[in-house]
């Protein structure tokens, strides 16, 4: 085996034309190639989307967040409802779950004041909920 110095004075030597510069070939061996699944991907099996469910939280201080966070780490899909606490406990609710979503890849989105759809990452969540309400009549006020 050559030494690293020896590489760099044969190369020197090669290029200024005084030696045949042969450099030592390392033989690799092929790494076996693995193909995985994207995270991103939100394609799902028919057959798991009977294991979805939908919790309803309604959290009444700020330590009920993390408990919201648990079930979107076990990627239940989450209804929100915040009007029953005061705006400094919703925002700080708001804030700690929004910022959940984002480091685990899921979505909110509003469905009316204070009620918020959250969804983990493999669940993806379309079009605008709220006028999807509004046109069946369920906010039939809001028209």
Do not use: C
């Not at 994207?38 to 799902?44: E, F, G, P, R, Y």
């Amino acid at each position: 085996m050559v030494k690293k110095s020896e590489k760099i004075l044969n190369k020197v030597k090669y290029i200024i034309g005084l030696d045949d510069y042969e450099e030592d070939i390392e033989e690799y061996e092929d790494e076996e190639i693995k193909h995985g699944i994207s995270k991103s991907n939100k394609i799902l099996n028919i057959h798991t989307n009977s294991n979805m469910k939908l919790i309803i939280h309604q959290p009444n201080k700020y330590e009920d967040a993390p408990k919201i966070v648990e079930d979107l780490k076990s990627r239940k899909t989450i209804v929100m409802n915040l009007d029953k606490i005061e705006s400094d406990l919703k925002r700080q609710v708001f804030d700690f779950l929004n910022g959940a979503v984002y480091a685990l890849e899921g979505n909110i989105q509003k469905v009316a004041k204070d009620i918020f759809i959250i969804a983990p990452n493999n669940v993806e969540i379309n079009g605008k909920i709220k006028e999807e309400l509004k046109n069946r009549g369920i906010f039939p006020w809001k028209k």
